[in-house]
Nanobody, 127 residues
Framework: QVQLVESGGGLVQAGGSLRLSCAASGRTFGSYAMGWFRQAPGKEREFVAAISWSGGITYYADSIKGRFTISRDAARNTVYLQMASLKSQDTANYYC????????????????????WGQGTQVTVSS
């Protein structure tokens, strides 16, 4: 069993930065690919970024490429999403996901459902 707890969301001005964290419990955290998804009001959930269990492979949505960076710290059982140059369209509830399948599955699967979801953290970007 893996539990995921996100933090780091908040209100930020356009052009600003935030770092989201997703702390995982469970001894097998290192076996899971991790990812971030987001859902804005009235919109479908969308893929943001994913990282392999080793940290060596990453995937990014085109809409955030070059602005967001996903990373993981095995010692802290934590995955991060560093967000820069934030735009109003980045406003959403951001969710962490864990999956034993490869990160390519997170990036490329329609109606994706991971092994585990976090509860989400709200990011609001004011223009």
């Amino acid at each position: 069993q893996v539990q995921l707890v996100e933090s780091g969301g908040g209100l930020v001005q356009a052009g600003g930065s935030l770092r989201l964290s997703c702390a995982a419990s469970g001894r097998t955290f290192g076996s899971y690919a991790m990812g971030w998804f987001r859902q804005a009001p009235g919109k479908e959930r969308e893929f943001v970024a994913a990282i392999s269990w080793s940290g060596g492979i990453t995937y990014y949505a085109d809409s955030i490429k070059g602005r967001f960076t996903i990373s993981r710290d095995a010692a802290r059982n934590t995955v991060y999403l560093q967000m820069a140059s934030l735009k109003s369209q980045d406003t959403a509830n951001y969710y962490c996901a864990a999956d034993l399948r490869p990160p390519a599955v997170m990036a490329g699967t329609r109606d994706y459902e991971p092994d585990y979801w976090g509860q989400g953290t709200q990011v609001t970007v004011s223009s």
